[in-house]
């Protein structure tokens, strides 16, 4: 029956992804305002279709240029933090190239940097700079890279500088200092049941893990549930600087992680009160 659901679902998934496309690029081709709002209800589509139950606490920042700075865990962190706000993303270069998935990245007006030389850095903060400065919502993973779902590794501050001492004008014609948002993800649920460290290698996917194998094992294991906190926004300039800022959203982004995954938020969808004690040490 696993094998038969998961068929079911990556059938489903072609079938209506491949269908979408045309309106979406359509809607780019156009600027419609439907083009923000289409990749949002999608992702929920996909996880309503994969079985991925989100909680989301706090508030995204939606109404204003935002650079949201998240903990990396794996692919299902996309349809799972693009179902709870209106977002786009920041990636990597290499993942325009990708076959379909990179088609879909790009429908959902990803941001693409390259990170094989330091001395691009400048050149990717202005692009970041430019969409942010236009009121749009970008996700960033610090880190580099993901990993098992159990830790945050330490934040890189380079692109986290598009939002640095930045007062700009808005669609809107006010001026605004960009913010950043932290953003934590955590995988706690396998069906239903809370997720132990182990079981998170089933969807967490890092180190040298290939994508369709994984996803497929994935798909089979079944349904599973994340939890989703948006953090207090940070003005860079009164933190400080993209230094500070990245420290304090690392442990902002640890803090919330350590959290859900010791089950601390609750289920009205509130943040809890800042962990203490044991659980205090171990976020720092």
């Given at each position: 029956m696993?094998t038969l659901?998961?068929?079911?679902?990556l059938?489903?998934?072609l079938?209506?992804?491949?269908?979408s496309i045309?309106?979406?690029?359509?809607s780019?081709?156009?600027k419609?305002?439907?083009?923000?709002?289409?990749p949002?209800?999608f992702?929920k589509?996909?996880?309503?279709l994969?079985?991925?139950?989100?909680?989301?606490?706090?508030?995204?920042?939606q109404?204003r240029?935002v650079?949201m700075?998240a903990?990396?865990?794996?692919?299902?962190?996309?349809?799972?933090?693009g179902?709870?706000?209106?977002v786009?993303?920041?990636?990597?270069?290499?993942?325009?190239?990708?076959p379909f998935?990179?088609l879909?990245a790009t429908l959902?007006?990803?941001v693409?940097i390259?990170?094989?030389?330091k001395s691009?850095a400048?050149e990717?903060?202005?692009?970041?700079?430019?969409?942010?400065?236009?009121d749009?919502?970008l996700?960033?993973?610090?880190?580099?890279?993901?990993s098992d779902?159990?830790?945050v590794?330490?934040?890189?501050?380079?692109l986290i500088g598009?939002?640095e001492?930045?007062?700009?004008?808005?669609?809107?014609?006010?001026?605004?200092e960009?913010l950043?948002?932290p953003?934590?993800?955590?995988?706690?649920?396998?069906?239903?049941?809370?997720?132990?460290r182990?079981?998170?290698?089933?969807y967490?996917?890092?180190?040298?893990?290939?994508?369709?194998?994984?996803?497929?094992?994935?798909?089979?294991?079944?349904?599973?549930?994340?939890v989703?906190?948006f953090h207090?926004?940070?003005a860079?300039g009164q933190a400080?600087?993209?230094?500070?800022?990245?420290?304090?959203?690392e442990?902002?982004v640890?803090?919330?992680?350590m959290r859900?995954l010791n089950?601390?938020?609750?289920s009205r969808?509130?943040?809890?009160?800042?962990?203490?004690g044991?659980?205090?040490?171990a976020?720092?």
């Amino acid at each position: 029956m696993t094998t038969l659901r998961a068929i079911a679902i990556l059938v489903i998934f072609l079938v209506l992804t491949v269908l979408s496309i045309p309106w979406q690029l359509f809607s780019l081709t156009f600027k419609l305002k439907g083009r923000k709002t289409f990749p949002y209800h999608f992702q929920k589509f996909l996880c309503n279709l994969f079985g991925i139950r989100v909680t989301v606490l706090g508030t995204p920042v939606q109404d204003r240029g935002v650079l949201m700075v998240a903990n990396h865990t794996g692919y299902f962190d996309i349809p799972i933090l693009g179902s709870a706000a209106q977002v786009s993303f920041v990636a990597k270069s290499e993942v325009k190239s990708w076959p379909f998935f990179g088609l879909l990245a790009t429908l959902q007006e990803t941001v693409y940097i390259d990170r094989s030389k330091k001395s691009r850095a400048g050149e990717s903060r202005e692009v970041l700079r430019a969409r942010l400065l236009a009121d749009d919502a970008l996700v960033l993973f610090p880190e580099g890279t993901s990993s098992d779902g159990n830790r945050v590794h330490k934040f890189k501050s380079a692109l986290i500088g598009a939002a640095e001492a930045q007062l700009g004008t808005g669609i809107a014609g006010d001026a605004q200092e960009i913010l950043v948002q932290p953003v934590s993800i955590a995988y706690v649920g396998l069906h239903g049941m809370p997720m132990g460290r182990e079981n998170r290698a089933l969807y967490a996917w890092y180190g040298d893990m290939e994508l369709v194998p994984h996803l497929w094992e994935a798909l089979k294991t079944g349904p599973f549930e994340a939890v989703v906190e948006f953090h207090q926004p940070i003005a860079v300039g009164q933190a400080g600087g993209r230094k500070e800022v990245a420290a304090l959203a690392e442990t902002v982004v640890r803090q919330g992680l350590m959290r859900a995954l010791n089950g601390i938020p609750t289920s009205r969808g509130r943040p809890a009160p800042p962990a203490d004690g044991a659980l205090a040490k171990a976020a720092l």
